[in-house]
């Protein structure tokens, strides 16, 4: 049953895929599903066999349409604060995740929806999908991380004319200004989304882990401090056997087999 499962995941190796799968409410986030989306996540950040986390939605039409509005209508106004400390929770937590987080937004993305998809490290679009952080024409404002992270992602002049204007960017749109890496046919989105994920497998898992955490980590220190914590990312490496499997391969030119220790 959909409601049953409002989150679908799936092992593929080290790849960690989940579908938002309330296709019928546009994958819209609803408390159940935001409580499940949690506990997959407080699971998957513990586990070193997951090289990468992938999210994407069901249904073909939204990746996300954002917080459930049918819901959200019928919650007592003292039950706000609380649904709003689960879903930031839930965009920290997908931010906190220690593997690369790649988006693979296959349709709209809207208020939460977008928050999400900026909360993953890396983000791909499907050329139909429009994106945007629409909160101000619902009479609330972007609350799970969008206020914080859209300016540090696009620069706090485009962040203001997006979110003050709660403009629907369109995939070319988005792409002009840096929303999303690329964005290809709807339906090329899920090879698109391979191919980020093979070109992520093909580096180490541990460095990857280590090169996330150095850079959000670091970027708002202080430059000397931020390069301590660069160093002490990069220590983190230098016992690993990836990186000597890495020297290997090099010096016997072939590709290196990673395996995350
Ligand atoms: N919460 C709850 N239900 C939602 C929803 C949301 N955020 N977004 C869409 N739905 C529901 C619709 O009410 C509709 O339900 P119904 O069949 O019972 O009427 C169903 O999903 C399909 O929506 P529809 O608008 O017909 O689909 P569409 O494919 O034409 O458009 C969107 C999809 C995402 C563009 C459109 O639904 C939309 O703009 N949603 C609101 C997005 C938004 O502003 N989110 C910010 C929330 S803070």
Same mark, same amino acid.
């Given at each position: 049953?959909?409601?049953?499962?409002?989150?679908?995941?799936?092992? =593929?190796?080290? !790849? &960690?895929?989940?579908?938002?799968? #309330?296709?019928?409410?546009?994958?819209?986030?609803? !408390?159940?599903?935001? #409580?499940?989306?949690?506990?997959?996540?407080?699971?998957?950040?513990?586990?070193?066999?997951?090289?990468?986390?992938?999210?994407?939605?069901?249904?073909?039409?939204?990746?996300?349409?954002? &917080?459930? $509005?049918?819901? =959200?209508?019928?919650?007592?106004?003292?039950?706000?604060?609380? !649904?709003?400390?689960?879903? =930031?929770?839930?965009?920290?937590?997908?931010?906190?995740?220690?593997?690369?987080?790649?988006?693979?937004?296959?349709?709209?993305?809207?208020?939460?929806?977008?928050?999400?998809? *900026?909360? /993953?490290?890396?983000?791909?679009?499907?050329? %139909?999908?429009?994106?945007? @952080?629409?909160?101000?024409?619902?009479?609330?404002?972007?609350?799970?991380?969008?206020?914080?992270?859209?300016?540090?992602?696009?620069?706090?002049?485009?962040?203001?004319?997006?979110?003050?204007? &709660?403009? #629907? $960017?369109? &995939?070319?749109?988005? $792409?002009?200004?840096?929303?999303?890496?690329? !964005?290809?046919?709807?339906? %090329?989105?899920?090879? @698109?989304?391979?191919?980020?994920?093979?070109?992520?497998?093909?580096?180490?898992? *541990?460095?990857?882990?280590?090169?996330? =955490?150095?850079?959000?980590?670091?970027?708002?220190?202080?430059?000397?401090?931020?390069?301590?914590?660069?160093?002490? /990312?990069?220590?983190?490496?230098?016992?690993?056997?990836?990186? $000597?499997?890495?020297?290997?391969?090099?010096?016997?030119?072939?590709?290196?087999?990673?395996?995350?220790?």
């Amino acid at each position: 049953m959909t409601e049953a499962q409002p989150v679908l995941l799936e092992r =593929r190796g080290h !790849v &960690a895929a989940l579908t938002l799968n #309330r296709p019928e409410s546009r994958n819209a986030l609803s !408390v159940a599903m935001m #409580r499940q989306l949690r506990e997959i996540l407080q699971e998957l950040r513990d586990d070193a066999s997951v090289w990468l986390v992938t999210l994407t939605g069901a249904g073909g039409k939204a990746f996300c349409a954002g &917080a459930d $509005l049918k819901e =959200r209508r019928t919650m007592p106004e003292q039950q706000v604060p609380e !649904v709003l400390a689960l879903i =930031r929770g839930l965009m920290d937590d997908i931010a906190a995740l220690p593997q690369p987080s790649l988006a693979i937004l296959n349709g709209h993305a809207f208020g939460g929806g977008c928050e999400m998809a *900026l909360a /993953c490290d890396l983000r791909v679009l499907a050329s %139909e999908a429009m994106m945007g @952080l629409t909160e101000t024409s619902l009479g609330i404002i972007p609350g799970a991380g969008g206020c914080v992270r859209l300016p540090r992602l696009l620069g706090l002049a485009k962040a203001k004319e997006l979110i003050l204007l &709660a403009k #629907r $960017l369109s &995939a070319a749109e988005a $792409l002009q200004v840096g929303l999303v890496h690329e !964005v290809c046919q709807g339906t %090329e989105i899920d090879a @698109l989304g391979q191919a980020y994920i093979d070109a992520l497998l093909r580096n180490g898992p *541990l460095a990857l882990r280590a090169a996330k =955490r150095a850079m959000e980590g670091s970027w708002d220190l202080p430059a000397a401090d931020a390069l301590r914590f660069e160093t002490e /990312c990069y220590m983190q490496i230098i016992p690993t056997q990836d990186r $000597l499997e890495a020297l290997a391969a090099f010096a016997e030119k072939r590709a290196p087999v990673f395996k995350g220790c």
